[in-house]
C-alpha cells in the first residue's frame, strides 16, 4: 500500500509530539526558564518548537534513512544559538531526551543513548530543505500556533508528505481539541480537564477518507489503527447556518475583509476565532462550514502551515483554494507562491461558490 508506512510513522511520531507539548505546559520536564523567546521577526517561539523538531527529525530520519529524508520545518537553530542563555538549549535536550524515551509505547523506536546537545542542534538544522516540485519532502511546523500554546488556546502539531508538488499524506495533532467536544471560540476556553482528551486527524492522498483518534498521553501504548473513526465535513451548505472560523490574530489576516465577504453572504452567526490549523480540522470534522483568511499586503504563507489541514479537508469531502478559486501551489518551495488574495476552506462546493463569487463582487466593486 502506497504510503502506508509513511502514514503510519507520521501518526505516531505526532501522538509522541503532542503529549510532549502537553507535559511541557503541565512542567513535567522542571521549570522552564525561558519557556518563550523572540526570533528575529519578532514572532515568538519555545522549548516545545525546537523539542518536537529535533524529536520528529531524528524518528524520520531513523526511520527512512538520513540521507534520503529531506524536511522543510519552520525553525532553525539561530535563535537557538544566539540566545544568550544556555539553560535553553539544555532544556531542549532534556526534553528530547525524555520524548525519545517514551517513544517504544508509541510503536517508535528510540535512540540506545541518550542525544548529545550536538546532535540535537543537528537534527534541527537537517530540517533546512525548501521543498520544491520534485521527489518526496517532508513539511513540518512543530508547533502551529505558537500565541496558542503559550495563551493556552488552540495550537497544532502539523506533518505532511509532500510528493512532486503534491500534498499526499497529512497528520493534524490537535493537543487541546477534544475529540469529544466541540469547538469553541478563543476567549471562551473550557475550564474542565476534557481538553486533555484531544484528538489526531490524518489522511493520505487518494484514499476518500480521513481519520481521527483521541490523543492517549497517560500510561499503555499506543493503539493504531484500532481506535481511529472516520470523519467527515458538515452537510450544511446554507450560508445562514453555516458557521466560519477565521485567525485571533489581526497581525496576519485582514478580518475587516472577511466580516465584508460573511455579511454580502448572509452569514448570521459570529465567526469563531481560533488559533493554528485547528480551524482545518473543525472543517474536515463538520464543526465549522467555512474557514477564510485573506492576507494582508506583503505577507507570504509558508508550506507548514497549511499542507497537512489542506490534504485532510479535500480527503473528508471539503474543498480548498485561494480567493480565486484555484488550489493552492505546493511545487514553489517554502512559500505558496501565486496565492490570490488569501485562502477558503469549505465544507462543500456550494458554500466555495458563493464565497469565491463574493469575493470577486467584491473586488470589483472596489476597482469601478
Ligand atoms: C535510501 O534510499 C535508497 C534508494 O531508494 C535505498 O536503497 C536505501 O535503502 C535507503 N536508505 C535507508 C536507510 O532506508
Ligand atoms: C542543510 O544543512 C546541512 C547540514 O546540516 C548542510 O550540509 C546542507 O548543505 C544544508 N542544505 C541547505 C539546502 O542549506
Ligand atoms: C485567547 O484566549 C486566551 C485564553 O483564554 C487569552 O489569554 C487570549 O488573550 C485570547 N486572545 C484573544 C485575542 O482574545
Ligand atoms: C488548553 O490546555 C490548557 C492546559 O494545557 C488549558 O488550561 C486550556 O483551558 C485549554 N484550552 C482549550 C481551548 O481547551
Ligand atoms: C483589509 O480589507 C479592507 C477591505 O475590507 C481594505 O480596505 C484594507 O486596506 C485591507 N487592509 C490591509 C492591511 O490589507
Ligand atoms: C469570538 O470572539 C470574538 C472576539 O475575540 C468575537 O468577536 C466573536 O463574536 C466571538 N464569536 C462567537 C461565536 O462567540
Ligand atoms: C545530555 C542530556 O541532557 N542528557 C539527558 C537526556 O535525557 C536523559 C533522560 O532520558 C537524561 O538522563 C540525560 O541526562
Ligand atoms: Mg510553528
Known amino acids: 500500500m502506497e504510503y502506508e508506512k509513511e502514514l503510519e510513522i507520521g501518526v505516531r511520531v505526532v501522538q509522541l509530539a503532542c503529549c510532549l507539548c502537553q507535559k511541557i505546559q503541565k512542567g513535567s520536564f522542571g521549570p522552564n526558564p525561558d519557556l518563550v523567546v523572540s526570533k528575529l521577526d519578532d514572532s515568538p517561539v519555545t522549548v516545545a518548537d525546537w523539542s518536537v523538531q529535533a524529536m520528529i527529525s531524528w524518528i524520520l530520519s531513523e526511520s527512512f534513512g538520513r540521507e534520503n529524508v529531506s524536511i522543510v520545518a519552520e525553525e532553525d537553530t539561530q535563535t537557538l544559538s544566539d540566545v544568550k542563555s544556555t539553560s535553553l538549549l539544555a532544556s531542549v535536550v532534556t526534553t528530547v531526551n525524555e520524548s525519545l524515551a517514551m517513544a517504544p509505547r508509541f510503536g517508535l523506536n528510540g535512540p540506545t543513548a541518550p542525544l548529545e546537545a550536538s546532535e540535537v542542534l543537528d ?19 512543530p508547533v502551529d500556533g505558537t500565541l496558542g500554546f503559550v495563551r493556552g488556546g488552540q495550537y497544532a502539531v502539523a506533518l505532511a508528505l509532500i510528493e512532486n508538488g503534491r500534498v499526499v499524506v497529512g497528520v493534524l495533532g490537535c493537543p487541546n481539541y477534544s475529540s469529544k467536544r466541540k469547538l469553541v471560540n478563543n476567549s471562551s476556553a473550557p475550564k474542565s480537564d476534557l481538553w486533555q482528551e484531544g484528538c489526531v486527524m490524518y489522511t493520505k492522498r487518494g484514499s476518500g477518507q480521513a481519520w481521527m483518534q483521541p490523543l492517549v498521553c497517560g500510561d499503555g501504548t499506543l493503539e493504531w489503527p484500532n481506535s481511529a ?65 485573506f492576507a494582508k499586503a506583503g505577507y507570504k504563507e509558508k508550506i507548514w502551515d497549511h499542507a497537512a489541514g489542506v490534504v485532510i479537508v479535500e480527503e473528508a469531502g471539503g474543498v480548498v483554494t485561494d480567493a480565486g478559486g484555484r488550489p493552492l501551489d505546493f511545487s514553489k518551495g517554502v512559500y505558496l507562491e501565486g496565492l490570490d488574495r488569501g485562502i477558503v476552506a469549505c465544507s462543500g462546493v456550494n458554500l466555495h461558490e458563493k464565497i469565491i463569487g463574493a469575493v470577486y463582487a467584491s473586488w470589483d466593486s472596489s476597482h469601478l
Open 229 to 293: 473513526s472516520v470523519i467527515q465535513v458538515s452537510s450544511i451548505d446554507n450560508p445562514v447556518m453555516a458557521t466560519f472560523c477565521e485567525p485571533v490574530e489581526k497581525a496576519n489576516s485582514n478580518h475587516s475583509y472577511s466580516a465584508g465577504i460573511a455579511y454580502s453572504l448572509g452569514l448570521r452567526k459570529q465567526p469563531l476565532r481560533v488559533y493554528s490549523m485547528v480551524k482545518y480540522a473543525a472543517i474536515a470534522r463538520g464543526d465549522a462550514e467555512i474557514y477564510m483568511k
Open 123 to 141: 537534527a534541527i538544522s537537517r530540517c533546512n530543505s525548501s521543498g520544491g516540485p520534485v521527489g518526496r519532502h517532508w513539511v513540518l511546523d
